[in-house]
């Protein structure tokens, strides 16, 4: 059997099944509205480089933006459940289809790594009084890169899940730790201290115990990484349904108990419990902090509304999504919903946590109330429109489509 052949035959057919999707993204208007939120963007950098304003903590900025960027890692393995029967005489071999595994996913982030770096050294060179050099943050970059997806891969292969938990904290932490070292310390301690903490790592890497090849892993981590992709598409057009990836967050767990035990709400408490054990809540909570941190840097000027208001049109990108989350579960075919449920209560509880959203992200900008009364208010109320014309939206498309496929 020729592994390597068999990644890249499954790798064509996952990236075969989206092509049809690609005309629809760009004609989709979401796509558009990306388009003129990165040109936007672009002058709103520009001018900010032309007048920097002083204090700029860059390096926390640098510190923020490129520590997800360097340390996340994730690999398309394409394995699937009967894998564990068919491919599973292959063990021994199994290298060798992991290999194009692991050089893929490490191309792919370096570009996203570089990406970031490059769109914010111009800042970074204007505001910091001893820039390092460009080629040096870019080595560590990708030595940080490299090591990370070498311990995620080892994390993946441990026997003990606290353990794999405990190392993928370690990663985060040793990351951060390396990266704050370069931007914070002169180039040779700096240096002296990621490589002692580098070896430390790799070190620990080798204590615990591990699977030769994690199969049960692999899979789960190839259905999580096959429904985020088919998660992104289905923010500019309809794609089939994907089983969601669950976390047990204990301290959402009576989130919906206060909901009525009736038939006309019971998708709703459905959707809660689904919203608060999937991917989605992470998404919009990252998206939360990240905006409450900048609109209190700009809580001051016009900027901040602009940002404010695109972070909420992001949460609202992100949630429309919720209206496809049980497109096809079988269950709901068999309970007896009364018609219509669905999409009322998908669209009451998008506007409700966007209304939530809108009031938490505005929140920075009360310090700035005594001096801009106006602005400060006028932003709250842009928030509760744009909450109210998604709310419009997916109010239009669960009346065009039937309930079933709402």
Same mark, same amino acid.
Do not use: C
């Given at each position: ?12 057919? #996952? ?17 558009? &509205? ?91 060179? +204007? ?54 070292? @370069? ?9 002296? #201290? ?15 115990? +591990? ?34 990836? &669950? ?7 009576? @989130? ?39 609109? @209190? ?19 609202? &990108? ?12 079988? @269950? ?32 920075? #900008? ?41």
């Amino acid at each position: 059997m020729n592994l390597k052949q068999l990644h890249r035959e499954r790798r064509g057919r #996952f990236m075969g099944s989206l092509l049809p999707y690609v005309g629809y993204i760009i004609q989709s208007g979401v796509a558009m &509205v990306f388009l003129f939120v990165l040109v936007a963007f672009s002058a709103w950098y520009t001018s900010l480089l032309s007048n920097v304003p002083t204090g700029v903590p860059i390096r926390w900025i640098m510190l923020a933006l490129l520590l997800p960027a360097a340390v996340n890692s994730s690999f398309r393995t394409y394995l699937q459940t009967p894998d564990t029967i068919f491919l599973l005489p292959q063990g021994h071999r199994m290298k060798e289809y992991f290999v194009p595994v692991w050089v893929s996913g490490i191309v792919w982030k370096t570009l996203r790594l570089a990406f970031v770096l490059i769109t914010l050294w111009p800042l970074y060179i +204007r505001t910091e009084g001893a820039p390092k050099l460009l080629s040096g943050t870019a080595m560590l970059l990708l030595g940080v890169k490299l090591l990370s997806s070498y311990g995620h891969w080892r994390e993946l292969a441990m026997l003990s899940g606290a353990a794999s938990k405990a190392f993928t904290l370690l990663r985060w932490t040793s990351g951060g730790l390396m990266i704050a070292a @370069w931007l914070w310390q002169p180039a040779g301690r700096g240096l002296i #201290f990621i490589i002692l903490l580098a070896l430390a790592y790799v070190a620990a890497l080798a204590v615990p115990g +591990r699977h030769a090849v994690p199969w049960e892993k692999l899979i789960a981590e190839e259905k999580n990484q096959g429904a985020r992709a088919l998660m992104t598409l289905g923010w500019f057009v309809d794609v089939p349904g994907r089983e969601q990836r &669950v976390y047990n967050r204990r301290f959402l767990s009576n @989130w919906g108990g206060g909901i009525p035990w009736k038939r006309v709400t019971a998708y709703r408490y459905l959707l809660t419990k689904s919203f608060a054990r999937g991917d989605i809540f992470g998404i919009v909570m990252r998206v939360v902090i990240l905006s409450l941190l900048l609109n @209190w840097w700009n809580r001051y000027s016009l900027m901040g509304a602009a940002i404010y208001l695109f972070f909420l049109f992001i949460i609202g &990108v992100q949630l429309s999504a919720l209206r496809k989350l049980h497109s096809e579960s079988f @269950w709901l075919t068999v309970y007896p919903l009364p018609e219509g449920t669905r999409g009322m209560n998908t669209v009451q509880f998008v506007f409700r946590i966007l209304l939530a959203g809108a009031f938490m992200m505005w929140l920075p #900008f009360l310090a700035a109330a005594g001096a801009r009364p106006l602005p400060v208010v006028g932003t709250l109320i842009a928030g509760v429109l744009m909450a109210l014309l998604f709310k419009s939206y997916l109010s239009r498309k669960a009346a065009r489509l039937e309930d079933d496929e709402f």
